[in-house]
């Protein structure tokens, strides 16, 4: 481009670089501008022209829309190519590249007030493509590649349209969902079977222990001495009630308790089992005393009044085939897994679980009677024998006030104070789980034990009430004994029996919060912190800090289901140098 002056500077010719073409000629009155604003003018049109000219090529080549397909940089370059030969922009195009094409090819269209929707239209039709694909059913004859590379080589040598290409995708993660929901269901299976079964070092140190029972002497021996008799009944000392048979479980509660309390000959510890353990429970604190603390192992068979006409439990237990079918028998047989979530059925596995039928559960709703009748049945033994020592029992004061614990707990603080709280008139301290900073642990009210579709419990139950905690309660005895808790648990029992256990499915709990309705004190959570067994984020600063931690849950700390970060809190009270458990390979990875 050439700039041509006159002499006079009364006209200027703007020309090619060739000479032939006079693009543009201006004459100037002097009288009437001055050459300062004759300048101006000249910068401003020398800066403007180029980028009408740009404009006017992407208004030219609006309907080419490459610059954001693939395979796009040389048909544009050679296009663009094209239209600086044919003398569109030639002088101010020959040193524009690609990239500033393409960026006027995007800004041209919004600086004219124009709109470029190519890319929204794209991305509706494919919308339009998937919701068509959505409500459509799968073809039954389309085959699934086994992977995603392989799904795009097969694009790629058949040439799939977005619709079949849709399909395949909507078909492949159908699949793998339902693989990974029956791979969980599996797991949850494995899981709960796991958590119901005895782990072979357990039962081998139950068989050690009961063996020597029956060939040591010093394994027999009773608990407690004949002189710490009267001790088991006095109500100045802090008496714990346990009933398991798990010996490994009992050991840890007993040891943690003691070390953790700064009286420890104030705790007198009632351990109650069944009669397969009874000896290798014996042998075990027999063999493995914890002095100064006081403990007394005694089997349910050694209760006379503990029979199916006293204990409708019992009998149920032993005579309804259909609530061990439902505890032991196939837990997916019946089940639609389809309408089921993994939580729920990992709910309904866990109610299923057979402790729930076991003696040693419900044996807690008879604990006012165990311990008038226990009394009656030392009398009895030693009547003919020495009356003087009868005479003396006759004088003992029945039990008061009792803490029961799980077998499942670790006791990390000094429990000595539980006995100071004042029930105010109520039966049962325990720990509210309906309000916590632990959603998933403590927001349990009733409507998460009852079925509420049943018309006896809609008609008698709020659904809304606080539900509240087993496992570390605080027992009024004196007060329990004027109630009539344990005929309200039986009632509700039963009812659960006629109506084929549709009332509720979770255990012994659930007719518990009925009986005990009215009769719950509220204790601070700092006592009892739940949910060990089945939430993985438990806090541990937290765990640290409570006075007794429950592993309540299918992940128990002596399984190997047991979550690690969580087990160092139980193990630290094995014994692992003591003969027995060496030998049994106890927790051995």
């Known amino acids: ?61 609006e309907g080419v829309n490459k610059c954001s397909s693939f395979g796009s940089l040389r048909f544009e370059s050679s296009l663009l190519r094209s239209v600086v030969e044919n003398g569109i922009c030639n002088v101010v195009c020959v040193d524009l590249n690609l990239n500033l094409y393409c960026l006027g090819r995007r800004l041209g269209p919004r600086l004219l007030g124009r709109v470029d929707d190519s890319g929204q239209k794209l991305v509706r039709d494919f919308y339009k493509v998937l919701n068509q694909v959505n409500a459509e059913d799968i073809p039954t004859d389309l085959k699934l590649p086994d992977s995603f590379s392989n799904l795009v080589s097969e694009m ?53 222990l009961t063996d020597e029972y029956s060939s040591n002497a010093h394994a027999r021996k009773q608990l407690p001495p004949p002189e710490l008799l ?17 010996i490994l479980a009992a050991s840890v ?7 953790s309390s700064k009286v420890p000959e104030k705790i007198v510890f009632h351990v109650i089992t069944d009669k ?53 028998g196939n837990h997916v047989a019946g089940a639609n897994l389809s309408d089921t979530s993994p939580r729920t059925f990992a709910s309904k596995l866990q109610a299923r679980s057979p402790k729930y039928i076991s003696l040693l559960n419900h044996l ?23 009356v003087l020592i009868m005479s003396t029992i006759q004088l003992f004061p029945n039990l008061n006030k009792v803490v029961f614990l799980d077998d499942d707990i670790v006791i990390q603080q000094d429990l000595s104070p539980l006995w100071e709280i004042d029930l105010q008139g109520k039966v049962n301290g325990a720990v509210e789980t309906c309000r916590g900073e632990d959603e998933w642990v403590m927001s349990k009210h009733f409507r998460n034990y009852f079925n509420f579709s049943h018309p006896l419990v809609a008609k008698n139950i709020d659904p809304e009430e606080c539900a509240w905690a087993y496992g570390m309660n605080i027992f009024d005895l004196k007060t329990w004994r004027k ?16 109506s084929n256990l549709t009332l509720w499915k979770l255990g012994t709990l659930p007719p518990a919060l009925i009986a005990f309705r009215g ?51 139980w193990t630290k009270y094995v014994n692992y140098s003591n003969d027995f458990i060496r030998n049994c390979h106890i927790l051995d990875s």
């Open 276 to 328: 397969k353990t009874y000896a290798g429970m014996h042998s075990w604190f027999a063999l493995n005393p914890v002095s100064p603390a006081i403990v007394e192992v005694k089997g349910v068979h050694q209760f006379d009044w503990l029979t199916r006409e006293n204990v409708p439990v019992l009998e149920a237990v032993e005579n309804q085939n259909g609530i061990r079918d439902y505890y032991h």
């Open 253 to 259: 509660v007993v040891t943690s308790a003691v070390q």
């Open 519 to 569: 009769h719950v004190h509220p204790i601070d959570p700092s006592w009892h912190m739940l949910g060990l067994g089945y939430q993985n984020k438990t806090s541990i600063e937290k765990v640290k800090k409570a006075a007794v931690i429950h592993y309540n849950g299918q992940s128990k700390p002596w399984l190997q289901i047991g979550f690690e970060h969580l087990r160092p809190f």
């Open 483 to 498: 109630t009539k808790i344990r005929e309200t648990y039986h009632y509700w029992v039963r009812e659960n029996l006629k």
């Open 230 to 246: 009267p001790l088991l009944s006095d109500n100045s000392y802090h008496h714990f009630i346990l009933a398991t048979d798990n």
């Open 1 to 61: 481009m050439q700039l041509r002056f006159s002499p006079s500077m009364r006209s200027i010719t703007i020309s090619s670089t060739n000479g032939f073409i006079d693009l543009m000629k201006i004459k100037v009155a002097a009288r009437h501008i001055s050459y300062r604003t004759l300048f101006h003018t000249i910068l401003i049109l020398a800066f403007l022209l180029p980028f009408v000219f740009i404009l006017t090529a992407v208004v030219t080549l």
């Open 156 to 208: 790629k040598d058949n040439q799939y349209d977005a619709k079949t290409f849709a399909f395949m995708l909507r078909a492949m993660m159908e699949k793998l969902e339902k693989e990974m929901r029956e791979s969980k269901f599996a797991e949850l299976m494995n899981k709960h079977f796991a958590a119901s079964s005895i782990p072979k070092g357990i039962h081998c140190l139950s068989l050690r």
């Open 364 to 386: 807690r709703i008879y604990l006012p009677e165990v311990f008038i009748f226990n009394i009656f049945f030392v009398k009895k033994k030693i009547f003919m024998i020495e």
